[in-house]
């Protein structure tokens, strides 16, 4: 079973900054690595799929990085509405198809 | 355009059974790879289970195998979970979730609420 690490945690930034996120396996998943978004209240979001390809209609600011067992996701200037969970997720191996366990953007 | 609408959440005495729908309109359920996916209160996202695009294989989280059981029905476009032996642990909100590509969670539905007490 491949393991998802998020890091930070929690993440205190303010609008127009950068925000840098990371996830790490416990073993290779190639780029098989996606990135979601969830707001409160709302269902979760693809952003980033196979590991740095944008989904349709997510904007430019978000960008994804990485191979093998590390990965980062990238918000080149938060916007208001980006202050969310993000969640990356790996399907190299599975079942199970497993979630890390998020990093929360919060307005500081 | 894609939507997924999930229903048949509420709460359910432990040891009951329960059975969610996910009515899909703009795509073709079976033939996409359909999953469902939990989030407990307060907590992350959980895969519970996935059917495949066209074969229909079926593929479970090891919390739920042998009590849940994931199905669609191709005349009313819908997707299923048939959960039984519940218990608290499988408190949480129901997502149903599409891919173009196995184990990818391109569109979500809204989620439905199933609360396991007594």
């Known amino acids: 079973e491949i393991l998802l690490t998020q890091s930070p945690a929690t993440l205190s930034l303010s609008p127009g900054e950068r925000a840098t996120l990371s996830c790490r396996a416990s073993?290779?998943?190639?780029?098989?690595l996606a990135w979601y978004q969830q707001k409160p209240g709302q269902a979760p979001r693809l952003l980033i799929y196979?590991?740095?390809n944008r989904a349709p209609g997510i904007p430019a600011r978000f960008s994804g990085s990485g191979s093998g067992t590390d990965f980062t996701l990238t918000i080149s200037s938060l916007e208001p509405e980006d202050f969310a969970v993000y969640y990356c997720?790996?399907?190299?191996?599975?079942?199970?198809?497993?979630f890390g366990g998020g990093t929360k953007v919060e307005s500081k | 355009e894609v939507q997924l609408v999930e229903s048949g959440g509420g709460l359910i005495q432990p040891g009951g059974s329960l059975r969610l729908s996910c009515a899909a309109s703009?795509?073709?359920?079976?033939?996409?790879?359909m999953s469902w996916v939990r989030q407990a209160p307060g907590k992350g996202l959980e895969w519970v289970s996935l059917i495949y695009s066209g074969s229909g294989s079926t593929y479970y989280a090891d919390s739920v195998k042998g009590r849940f059981i994931i199905s669609r029905d191709t005349s009313k476009n819908t997707l299923y979970l048939q959960m039984n032996s519940l218990t608290a642990e499988d408190t949480a909100v129901y997502y149903c979730a599409r891919g173009a590509v196995a184990a990818r969670f391109e569109y979500w539905g809204q989620g439905t609420l199933v609360t396991v007490s007594s």
């Open positions: 073993q290779s998943v190639n780029n098989y």
């Open positions: 196979d590991a740095s």
């Open positions: 997720q790996q399907r190299q191996f599975w079942p199970p198809l497993n």
């Open positions: 703009g795509f073709i359920v079976s033939s996409s790879y």
